[in-house]
């Protein structure tokens, strides 16, 4: 990985599909079976003379392999791949409204969405294999992730070649080094996010495109298949996954195999929970922290403390004071100044503490903390396998009292109380710990605000119900 990556000039810069000196390594694993690059390279040119030379593409493959192979085929064409966070189709309706041209590629033989063009994934070609390897313009916008708006519209975050390129290629240089190997050649990786996320795509797609490493390409989503689906790859191996799915994972009781590397985003994890982890799979455990704006931002080995380090040459700095502080990032693969929706501590131009969400901070009888620092103390309860705080707009002696929604089998509420009463300040332990069999989190692991307070207030509501 030589090549310098120069985002700021606009002149041609051309940049490789792939990365890799070994053409004939695995790039991926299908039900255990390797696929080697020079095999990829052949699909992704038998998919592109598929397509359509013009317009945008929505990436809808479940199956990473088959997505992969889409992206590479879209770059190839010239076309942006829009990638939203699910395939609903009031989402993709939403999505016709902008880009009334959109075609989507699935691997979904049962999907159809009125009014998109659908095509079909190819399965497996016959072509021999490819000893070339095709090199994209750095500034063609490749990817345009989509988030879901306070509106409900899909807020496009595009990407271009360039600043994809040298954001993986700050990440798998500290990746390498967690692991104390000179690249992440031979790595192979398991993710339990979808590949529309920017998580999902950025260290599972895109760590094999451009990292040397190599995906599996399924999504394995409970704990038994996640540990088939580790344990038929070679090591080294990684798991791609959030916390709630690891804490699942650990509380199954499913013997685990040996992971070599262990990424985990989307939330903040417990020191502790990190810890159990290490020692159960045997492997260091990195998180990373990031957003769709900007992509990935910075990494912390959890066990070693709370500070972040940012990749590369990104910096974070802060602007205005008070209430009206922001954090922004620039540098490396961000090419514009970009803020960040969290509150930080910063400990230099290149590390700094999360404190949490700039949306999430909380004012409860004059004291300020934020539902992330909340939910870390709840769900590092011994016992507790998943929970979170919700801020409801009644109030009790002129004074808003949180609710905590909880997955606690074996905890009786009185004891949550008791447990949180010895971490956070009087005011913020709550007054009702409401036991529930599940919360309404997403794919990703992600619970949303909105999701959370539809839930919250159906729930009490039918508490309240005679």
Excluded at 98 to 123: F, K, M, Q, Y
Excluded at 219 to 230: C, E, G, H, K, S
Aim: aromatic share 4%; net charge neutral; hydrophobic share 45%.
């Amino acid at each position: 990985m030589s090549e310098v990556v120069a985002l700021s000039t606009a002149g041609p810069a051309l940049l490789p599909l792939i990365e890799r000196a070994d053409l004939d390594a695995p790039l991926a694993w299908r039900a255990g079976v390797a696929v080697s690059a020079r095999r990829f390279l052949a699909d992704v040119a038998a998919q592109a003379a598929c397509l359509p030379a013009a317009g945008p593409l929505v990436n809808l493959c479940g199956d990473r392999y088959r997505f992969a192979v889409g992206l590479g085929a879209a770059l190839l064409r010239g076309r942006t791949s829009l990638l939203p966070p699910n395939a609903l189709p009031d989402t993709l309706a939403r999505l016709r409204g902008s880009w009334p041209a959109l075609e989507a590629l699935t691997d979904d033989e049962a999907l159809e969405v009125d009014g998109v063009p659908l095509l079909r994934a190819l399965t497996d070609t016959e072509k021999p294999g490819s000893a070339t390897v095709p090199r994209i313009a750095a500034d063609l916008e490749a990817a345009c992730l989509l988030t879901s708006g306070s509106t409900g519209e899909p807020q496009p975050h595009a990407k271009s070649w360039g600043a994809v390129v040298a954001n993986i290629r700050a990440a798998s240089l500290r990746l390498a080094e967690v692991l104390e190997r000179p690249s992440l050649a031979g790595l192979n990786l398991v993710a339990t996010v979808p590949a529309q996320h920017s998580y999902g795509f950025e260290s599972s797609v895109l760590l094999a495109l451009l990292g040397g490493a190599a995906l599996d390409s399924g999504r394995p989503f409970y704990p038994a298949d996640i540990v088939q689906a580790l344990a038929r790859l070679p090591r080294p191996r990684a798991l791609v996954t959030t916390p709630f799915h690891l804490k699942t994972l650990l509380l199954s009781g499913v013997a685990l195999p040996p992971t070599d590397l262990l990424l985990c985003a989307t939330a903040p994890l417990s020191p502790q929970l990190a810890l159990q982890a290490e020692r159960a799979f045997g492997g260091p455990l990195v998180e990373i922290y990031g957003c769709t704006e900007a992509g990935q931002v910075a990494t912390r080995r959890t066990v070693h403390g709370e500070s972040w380090q940012t990749f590369g040459a990104l910096r974070v700095h802060s602007e205005g004071e008070g209430e009206s502080e922001r954090f922004i990032v620039d540098g490396g693969h961000v090419l514009q100044p970009t803020p960040l929706a969290d509150v930080l501590e910063l400990e230099g131009a290149q590390r700094f503490r999360l404190l949490g969400r700039a949306n999430d901070l909380i004012h409860v009888a004059g004291k300020r903390s934020s539902l992330a620092h909340l939910n870390y103390h709840l769900n590092s309860i011994e016992g507790v396998v998943d929970g979170a705080f919700w801020l409801p707009e009644d109030v009790a002696d002129g004074v808003v009292r949180p609710v905590a929604f909880v997955v606690a089998p074996g905890l009786s509420s009185a004891r949550i109380i008791a447990a949180l009463r010895a971490r956070l300040e009087a005011v913020f332990v709550p007054r009702r710990v409401l036991h529930v069999d599940a919360l309404p989190r997403e794919a990703t692991g992600k619970l949303t605000s909105g999701a959370l307070a539809q839930f919250a207030r159906a729930r009490l509501d039918r508490q309240a119900a005679p």
